[in-house]
């Protein structure tokens, strides 16, 4: 019996690495905004999720947020520094998974780098704040689920696939390595 990836008419399968990972990255973590932030995956607890904005990827890979000194998932991340983030750009496109570890810090010239004026919701005291701390999550695994050449391809795809019978999925997805 064939499997659903055996009557693929084309390729789907593409494992990134290095700066081609790290650009699927950003296109993918820009596009949907924010992530659910998951804590406390080592503690044998049931695990934290929250929602959160990624501020930056920058050229390693790395991921940056802006967090409260005194928020939960800072505590999270000192007792358990394993975080998995979950990012959906859209209703059927744009998935990223990456788990990493997280470090908390407090320089301020990255805090002015990634500094977005909306995060005054959150720090009353601007940029200045002195609750604002970084979250920097290296990618140690992740993996995509994207389309290759847009939504108006892929669901011309799909209609001609319902139409002729032969599968003609568009989807592309793989597994994301950013070096070290």
């Known amino acids: 019996m ?24 950003r296109e993918l973590t820009k596009k949907a905004d924010s992530c659910f932030f998951i804590t406390s995956i080592k503690t044998g607890l049931p695990v ?5 904005s990624t501020q930056q990827v920058d050229d390693q890979g790395n991921l940056w947020f802006l967090s409260a000194k005194d928020s939960e998932h800072n505590k999270e991340i000192t007792a358990d520094p394993f975080v998995h983030l979950f990012y959906q750009a859209s209703a059927h496109t744009g998935f990223v998974n990456i788990y990493g570890m997280a470090e908390i810090g407090n320089d301020k010239a ?3 780098e990634i500094w977005d004026p909306i995060a005054k919701v959150w720090f009353q005291g601007g940029i200045d704040d002195p609750l604002i ?11 995509y689920w994207d389309n290759k050449h847009g939504s ?3 669901f ?3 209609a001609a696939s319902l139409v002729t019978g ?11 390595n950013v070096g070290e």
């Open 156 to 158: 011309a795809k799909m």
């Open 2 to 25: 064939d499997t659903i990836n055996a009557t693929q008419q084309e390729e789907h399968i593409k494992p990134l690495e290095g700066t081609e990972a790290i650009e699927k990255i």
């Open 166 to 176: 032969k599968t003609m999925d568009d989807s592309i997805e793989g597994t994301l």
């Open 133 to 143: 701390t970084t979250i920097k999550v290296s990618p140690l695994q992740g993996y």
């Open 48 to 52: 934290s999720a929250r929602p959160m």
């Open 110 to 112: 990255k805090i002015e």
């Open 152 to 154: 108006i391809v892929q």
